[in-house]
Nanobody, 123 residues
Framework: QVQLVESGGGLVQTGGSLRLSCAAS????????MAWFRQAPGKEREYVAA????????YNTDSVKGRFTISRDNAKNMVYLHLNSLLPEDTAVYYC????????????????WGQGTQVTVSS
């Protein structure tokens, strides 16, 4: 079992920045692909970014357009999502996920999920 706990969300103005953190415990963190998803009210869960345990990174370029950066620290069992140039449409609950899957953009391919952290961007 892997437990994931997100933090770092909050209220920020358009153009602002946040750093989301996800602390993992209970498993061999370095062997998991780690990802971030988000879900806005009334919308489906949306893939944001993923970092394979071997280090390759993918982004949902349509939505994040170079504004977000995913990183991980295997020594600390942490994964991060840096959010820059935030827009009101980035408002959502952001979830951290862990899995051993090649389908990194599919939410149903991940085994473990955190409880989510709210990001609200005011206009």
């Amino acid at each position: 079992q892997v437990q994931l706990v997100e933090s770092g969300g909050g209220l920020v103005q358009t153009g602002g920045s946040l750093r989301l953190s996800c602390a993992a415990s209970g498993g061999d963190f370095s062997t998991y692909t780690m990802a971030w998803f988000r879900q806005a009210p009334g919308k489906e869960r949306e893939y944001v970014a993923a970092m394979h345990w071997r280090g390759s990174i993918t982004y949902n370029t349509d939505s994040v357009k170079g504004r977000f950066t995913i990183s991980r620290d295997n020594a600390k069992n942490m994964v991060y999502l840096h959010l820059n140039s935030l827009l009101p449409e980035d408002t959502a609950v952001y979830y951290c996920a862990a899995g051993r899957t090649p389908r990194v953009t599919s939410w149903d391919a991940y085994t473990y999920w955190g409880q989510g952290t709210q990001v609200t961007v005011s206009s």
